[in-house]
């Protein structure tokens, strides 16, 4: 059974920093490309940064550029998502993704499995 469980959501202050963690489960982690998405009330849910299979390439939504750092353990089957310097329009529920595929991780129709999502609050 494919499993991915986010955490490390919560409240923090414009201008700090969280780190967002997803627990894998029930695939073949270093075949598959890991995204992080969000989606705020009202809005569309929207891409906000990936890295494929072999970790060679990575992208980000332009609005994370720069604060944003994605990563993957492939030892822990784990996805990190840092997050610095945020600013109250990052406030979303954060979820992570897995995508079977050789095709651009940044598209978020790939996505085969999602968690739950973990939710991220920024004050101003």
């Known amino acids: 059974q494919v499993q991915l469980v986010e955490s490390g959501g919560g409240l923090v202050q414009s201008g700090g920093s969280l780190r967002l963690s997803c627990a894998t489960s029930?695939?073949?982690?270093?075949?598959?490309?890991i995204g992080w998405f969000r989606q705020a009330p009202g809005k569309e849910r929207e891409f906000v940064a990936a890295?494929?299979?072999?970790?060679?390439?990575?992208l980000y939504a332009d609005s994370v550029k720069g604060r944003f750092t994605i990563s993957r353990d492939s030892a822990k089957n784990m996805v990190y998502l840092a997050m610095n310097s945020l600013k109250p329009e990052d406030t979303a529920v954060y979820f992570c993704?897995?995508?079977?595929?050789?095709?651009?991780?940044?598209?978020?129709?790939?996505?085969?499995?999602w968690g739950q999502g973990t939710q991220v609050t920024v004050s101003s």
């Open positions: 993704a897995a995508a079977e595929t050789t095709r651009s991780p940044g598209l978020i129709y790939l996505y085969d499995y």
């Open positions: 890295m494929n299979w072999s970790g060679s390439v990575t």
């Open positions: 029930g695939f073949t982690f270093d075949h598959y490309s």
